[in-house]
């Protein structure tokens, strides 16, 4: 069982920068794959981005690639997004997901088996 806890949310104005972490509590991070999603307003939950549980290999969506970096510290037992050149259709609420059967990255999302709550990134125009 892990616990994740988002944070680091916020306002922007569009082109700014904002870094999410994801702290992990109950096991160490290094046992799972771990990964972003984000859900708009209105709109189904999608993948953001993920990374492999051992040797840091990423995978992004098309709409983030370029402009979002995931990583982990697992002695730290924390999962990073780095966003840059964020854009108003970047809003939403972001959440982190553990998978502890997958190895990642590309972790469908049925495949994550722990979430957290999320947290709220809002892009002002």
């Known amino acids: 069982q892990v616990q994740l806890v988002e944070s680091g949310g916020g306002l922007v104005q569009a082109g700014g920068s904002l870094r999410l972490s994801c702290a992990a509590s109950?096991?160490?991070?290094?046992?799972?794959?771990m990964g972003w999603f984000r859900q708009a307003p209105g709109k189904e939950r999608d993948f953001v981005a993920d990374?492999?549980?051992?040797?840091?290999?990423?995978y992004y969506a098309d709409s983030v690639k370029g402009r979002f970096t995931i990583s982990r510290d697992n002695a730290k037992n924390t999962v990073y997004l780095q966003m840059n050149s964020l854009k108003p259709e970047d809003t939403a609420v972001y959440y982190c997901?553990?998978?502890?059967?997958?190895?990642?990255?590309?972790?469908?999302?049925?495949?994550?088996?722990?979430w957290g709550q999320g947290t709220q990134v809002t892009v002002s125009s």
């Open positions: 109950g096991r160490p991070t290094g046992r799972y794959a």
């Open positions: 990374i492999n549980r051992l040797d840091g290999r990423t």
């Open positions: 997901a553990a998978s502890n059967n997958w190895y990642g990255p590309r972790v469908p999302e049925r495949g994550y088996d722990y």
